[in-house]
């Protein structure tokens, strides 16, 4: 069956036996699109058997040849990104310009990983025991940092590609295989992301890629036996596999409620474009978008006009088109968004714009004088909609900031730098960002969830240090 996606082990593409696919359906036209493998278990003990081989040799290959490769990889990607971006047009409605800025940045992100990789992996310690009470100066420890063995990468479908690459690249350069498990929606440009490093000549076996459903492979994935580091990005299915996995170091990032804290003295404008790009890039479908505005009551009116005024330029269509808002990524997301609408509408929140949706495509929605019993104050849409509260105090924004169950990230508007600075400590959030939106990015940036929002930290040199472990060897001196 030519039309079906081969998945990558052992170095080739290949046909799962089971003789079963996976559809993968557009957002915007909401027909089938592509197919996939439909991966079973015995393909997943082939592919963790073989990962386990190849990093054994992997892991005595000079740190500047794994760089070099990467570099290769890097490079290749690049010059595919076209292809790879159409992918994202298709498989999760991503604006076309997005999607090719996403590729590029999977290709920085993964020449950044061999750069900081052979600089902080080139370095260990040495350490003297005559610093502890009752030694003498007869032991000299070494340490250097040595790789966990087998990664595996479980990618959401919002940044199928930058955020398997992310956790690619520092695996791969600090000496560990990998095992990637992209998400149905953005699968094939997974597949085709996975061709570059295979272009790039790899070892056999060093990468591989098994498509499938979650409720085949799923669990069998995580609590396999031969997975010796897990490194997560997606959904509330994070914390069931930490529930069920070993002892084995986890990376996490589930998502947020990003607060966006706007105080009287704040630059409204800025605020304004910061709400609209914060809130509304990808359709509000990134981890980081801004969830919930808690402004001071003060200048509520003035900057929900300047929103509301940005709102209604924003292009709404087909990510062909490069729309600014696209249809969201699968019709039971849409019907959940719209439940939130209804929940909000119900309960008597302001509507900014009339609530319109066609298919999976959402119009922009700002919601005023939200209340803290309207599920829209707590839950993340991952869609075009976008609270507002008001507040009388700052202490009230940093509240509801803190009372919520996420804790990825938040920003503060202020022109007062000691104020933002207070705010910022009060914030229980991994990262809060001063006059700007929510970002993960610049990709080295250390990027943590508190609470339900994660496990670790990433950002590139962070993930380097989780994917390996301290190994020390002591001389002992008579
Ligand atoms: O939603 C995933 C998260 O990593 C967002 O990244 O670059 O949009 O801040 P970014």
């Not at 799962?16 to 027909?31: E, F, L, Q, Y």
């Not at 610093?131 to 040595?146: A, D, Q």
Request: with cysteine; proline share 6%; glycine share 8%.
């Amino acid at each position: 069956d030519g039309d079906v996606f081969k998945y990558y082990s052992e170095g080739e593409w290949k046909k799962s036996p089971s003789g079963k696919s996976v559809s993968i359906i557009n957002p915007t036209t909401r027909k089938p699109q592509y197919k996939v493998q439909a991966c079973t278990q015995q393909e997943v003990n082939k592919v963790m058997e073989t990962a386990k081989i190849a990093q054994k040799q992997w892991a005595k290959t000079p740190l500047w040849k794994r760089a070099e490769l990467l570099h290769k990889a890097a490079a290749i990607l690049k010059e595919h990104k076209a292809p790879i971006a159409d992918c994202l047009v298709k498989e999760i409605a991503k604006p076309a310009k997005d999607s090719v800025t996403e590729v590029v940045r999977s290709g920085d992100l993964i020449s950044y990983c061999a750069e900081e990789g052979v600089r902080i992996l080139g370095e260990g310690k040495f350490l003297v025991s005559d610093s502890f009470p009752g030694n003498e100066r007869t032991k000299y420890c070494l340490t250097s940092k040595v790789p966990l063995g087998v990664v595996l990468a479980i990618p959401p479908f919002n940044y199928p590609v930058n955020l398997a690459v992310s956790k690619i690249g520092p695996a791969l350069i600090a000496g560990n295989s990998l095992v990637l498990k992209p998400p149905t929606q953005g699968a094939v440009a997974c597949l085709h992301m996975v061709h570059c490093f295979h272009l790039a000549g790899f070892p056999k076996g060093l990468i591989s890629c098994v498509t499938g459903k979650g409720s085949e492979i799923g669990d069998f994935l995580t609590m396999h036996p031969g997975v010796n580091c897990i490194s997560f990005t997606g959904g509330d299915t994070g914390i069931a596999i930490s529930k069920k996995a070993g002892m084995i170091p986890l990376q996490m990032e589930l998502g947020g409620k990003d607060a966006c804290i706007v105080l009287e003295d704040a630059d409204l404008d800025l605020v304004a474009s910061n709400i609209i790009k914060g809130g509304f890039s990808y359709s509000g479908q990134r981890c980081t978008a801004v969830k919930v505005v808690l402004v001071m009551e003060s200048v509520a009116d003035t900057l929900v006009e300047k929103v509301k005024a940005k709102v209604a330029k924003l292009t709404v269509g087909s990510p062909e088109d490069d729309c600014d808002i696209t249809p969201v990524v699968s019709e039971s997301s849409a019907n959940f968004i719209e439940g939130l609408v209804m929940d909000a509408k119900q309960k008597g929140a302001t509507f900014c714009q009339s609530y319109k949706r066609e298919g999976n495509l959402i119009w922009p929605l700002l919601l005023d004088n939200v209340q803290p019993d309207m599920r829209i104050a707590w839950e993340e849409p991952f869609g075009p909609i976008l609270p507002v509260i008001r507040i009388t105090s700052v202490e009230e924004g940093i509240h509801h900031c803190n009372a919520s169950n996420f804790g990825l990230q938040g920003c503060i508007f202020t022109r007062d730098i000691n104020k933002a600075m207070l705010i910022s400590d009060a914030m229980e959030t991994g990262t809060v960002q001063i006059n700007s939106a929510p970002a993960r990015g610049p990709d080295h940036f250390p990027f943590q969830g508190l609470k339900d929002s994660g496990i670790g930290s990433q950002g590139i040199t962070n993930s380097i240090n989780m994917m390996t472990k301290i190994k020390s060897t002591v001389i002992n001196l008579p």
